[in-house]
């Protein structure tokens, strides 16, 4: 995860490792310490993803190399096992580097995993029973309820993304094809495509 924050942090701009703890802490990673930074950028420096990009002082910037390019949409795509709720909201943070139909292929497999969450979260309460959650204290009912709650929300604003970017597909298919009819042709590259 703190490969793609930080390869991420790199794609348009090249930053120092104090731009980038203070950018990580906005994206949540509030605990990325310079000891596990430093590291990091390191590690990503050997496999050729970053390279330095000058000194400021002792401050040494970094940049994405097209390796790092490479890797970074890689990361973006990836339909791994699982994720966290931190890590899809990582990965939410650079969605705008994604084309339209690997977006929703992300929404849509999170939307899955909340779905799944819910009927398991919504089972346990059934299993439970009124009497069982009798016994329970009400803090742990109440936090039972909010894992439904919260699961219900989330597939909410999910469902709302999705609607939203199926909408935005055909207009920016549109918003393609005029330009490049206004470049003279259907072979011709077309600027931000």
Known sequence: MLDLAILGLLYDEKRHGYELRRQLAEYGFWSVSFGSLYPA???LEKQGLIEAAGHSGRRKSYR?????????????????????DRAFNLRLAFFSYLDSDS???VLERRRAQLVERLAEANATLKRKGAAARRRMDRYTVSLMEHGVRSAEADIEWLDELIETERAETPRQARRTRSARRRAGGAGQPVPNE
């Open 41 to 43: 950028l390191r590690r």
């Open 64 to 84: 994405i190399t097209s390796d790092g390019d490479e890797r970074f949409r890689e990361l973006l795509e990836d339909q791994g096992a699982d994720e966290d």
């Open 103 to 105: 977006r929703l292929g």
